[in-house]
């Protein structure tokens, strides 16, 4: 059973940064595709950022420029650094597999950016 342990969130103001971590265990890690999640109160969960197994990435228009997915299969983790964030980007987030979920989901970490 794949595992995802989300971690890095917390509070900061708009135009900071935070940079998150999810650790996977129950999978091989280095050959799957992992993404970045998040879910905004009332709103439906959306992909932020993805990246394959082999470094190439995608990002939302609502984030490109401003964040940056990276990973590190050593570590089995794969991280998320957000810059200039913005009130819109509070949410809860998550990661999870870059193409379709793995079938669980962690229980993410929440971002909250003030204005």
């Known amino acids: 059973q794949v595992q995802l342990v989300e971690s890095g969130g917390g509070l900061v103001q708009a135009g900071g940064s935070l940079r998150l971590s999810c650790v996977a265990s129950g999978l091989i890690f280095s050959i799957n595709h992992m993404g970045w999640y998040r879910q905004a109160p009332g709103k439906q969960r959306e992909r932020v950022a993805a990246?394959?197994?082999?470094?190439?990435?995608v990002y939302a228009d609502s984030v490109k420029g401003r964040f940056t997915i990276s990973r590190d299969n050593a570590k089995n983790t794969v991280y998320l650094q957000m810059n200039s964030l913005k009130p819109e980007d509070t949410a809860v987030y998550y990661c999870?597999?870059?193409?379709?979920?793995?079938?669980?989901w962690g229980q993410g970490t929440q971002v909250t950016v003030s204005s």
């Open positions: 999870n597999g870059g193409r379709m979920s793995f079938g669980s």
């Open positions: 990246i394959t197994p082999g470094g190439s990435t």
